[in-house]
């Protein structure tokens, strides 16, 4: 079951550049910022009323934000829904039709469960299921 929309990821080249913007566009400061080495990124953190901005860098030349950036350039990256038992909602999902990019959940930033979904199967938006652990 679908708890709430976690956050919406952001695609962009430069944190040290979008950091100040998005601090400016939201009215708030950056809640957080880590680095994510299984997927290659940097990522900043803003909460906004009950959910996050969460804005990906690559730190790599083969990560996959560099791969969307290059192609689609900085923009909207994915949408996230949190879960209770992400397990339970991969079974859920598959058994409805949906396609996964990987079925096998990973730790993600901050320190989650996840799995995406394949954008063939959602009308072209990447979704991340998420798990707070």
Known sequence: ?????DHI???VSSLEESIPLFE???????N????VYSQKVEAAFFKVGGGTIELLAPTSHDSQIQKFIKKKKEG????????????????RLE??????VSKTP???ANNK??????????????VEICEDT
């Open 1 to 5: 079951m679908i708890n709430r929309v």
């Open 9 to 11: 990821g952001i695609a």
């Open 24 to 30: 400016k566009l939201l009215d708030t400061k950056l």
């Open 32 to 35: 957080k910022r880590e680095a």
């Open 76 to 91: 909207v990256h994915h949408i996230a829904l949190n879960v209770s038992n992400i397990e339970q909602e991969i079974k």
């Open 95 to 100: 058994k409805n039709g949906f396609e996964f």
């Open 106 to 108: 990973i730790i993600g």
């Open 113 to 126: 469960k996840i799995v995406f979904l394949h954008p063939k199967s959602t009308n072209g938006v990447l």
